[in-house]
């Protein structure tokens, strides 16, 4: 009687695993063209927004092969769309670029972006803390970030580098 009912629980979730599939939502995979790009302080910095930031906040996003797969797919979608909706590298000059270069950096200096859930699979996004300084005081300079923000950065940038001189003389 337990592997009877144990074996219609399993037929029931693979049979509603096999419907979602049937649900559209998440398997738009489009990528609208490029519209307008910053105009990037230097390479590396749209370097690193390329591989920490890109798939969720531009139009060339690279779908994973789980973004197929429902209902992975509907929560990759939404947080691809819900990223390009807020900030879109692709898309430069819709919003108030100097006021999101600002909000850009205290998402990554809190360690929201790239989203942690994002990570696991997308290990070349995980920036070192150098890699982190660089973008941010690139996209500052790309965004065109308040004077304040910018000598903040630099501060804490000589902050780190004081840190390395102290940590290699020990």
Same mark, same amino acid.
């Given at each position: 009687?337990?592997?009877?009912?144990?074996?219609?629980?399993?037929?029931?979730?693979?049979?509603?695993?096999?419907?979602?599939?049937?649900?559209?939502?998440?398997?738009?995979?489009?990528?609208?063209?490029?519209?307008?790009?910053?105009?990037?302080?230097?390479?590396?910095?749209?370097?690193?927004?390329?591989?920490?930031?890109?798939?969720?906040?531009?139009?060339?996003?690279?779908?994973?092969?789980?973004?197929?797969?429902?209902?992975?797919?509907?929560?990759?979608?939404?947080?691809?769309?819900?990223?390009?909706?807020?900030?879109?590298?692709?898309?430069?000059?819709?919003?108030? &670029? $100097? #006021?999101?270069? *600002?909000?850009?950096?205290?998402?990554?200096?809190? %360690? !929201?972006?790239?989203?942690?859930?994002?990570?696991?699979?997308?290990?070349?996004?995980?920036?070192?803390?150098?890699?982190?300084?660089?973008?941010?005081?690139?996209?500052?300079?790309?965004?065109?970030?308040?004077?304040?923000?910018? &000598? $903040? #950065?630099?501060? *804490?940038?000589?902050?780190?580098?004081?840190?390395? %001189? !102290?940590?290699?003389?020990?």
């Amino acid at each position: 009687m337990i592997k009877k009912i144990l074996l219609i629980g399993i037929l029931v979730i693979a049979g509603g695993f096999l419907l979602m599939q049937l649900v559209p939502y998440g398997r738009n995979h489009t990528n609208p063209p490029v519209v307008n790009e910053p105009n990037w302080d230097n390479p590396e910095t749209r370097a690193l927004a390329e591989r920490a930031c890109f798939d969720c906040h531009s139009n060339e996003t690279v779908w994973p092969w789980y973004s197929n797969i429902a209902p992975i797919s509907w929560l990759v979608y939404h947080d691809t769309m819900e990223g390009r909706e807020y900030l879109n590298f692709s898309e430069w000059g819709k919003g108030l &670029e $100097g #006021e999101e270069g *600002e909000e850009m950096v205290e998402q990554i200096k809190q %360690g !929201e972006m790239p989203m942690p859930i994002y990570l696991p699979m997308h290990p070349e996004a995980q920036l070192t803390p150098a890699e982190k300084s660089t973008l941010i005081s690139g996209l500052l300079a790309t965004a065109g970030g308040s004077e304040h923000e910018r &000598e $903040g #950065e630099a501060h *804490e940038n000589e902050a780190h580098e004081d840190e390395r %001189g !102290e940590a290699d003389g020990d």
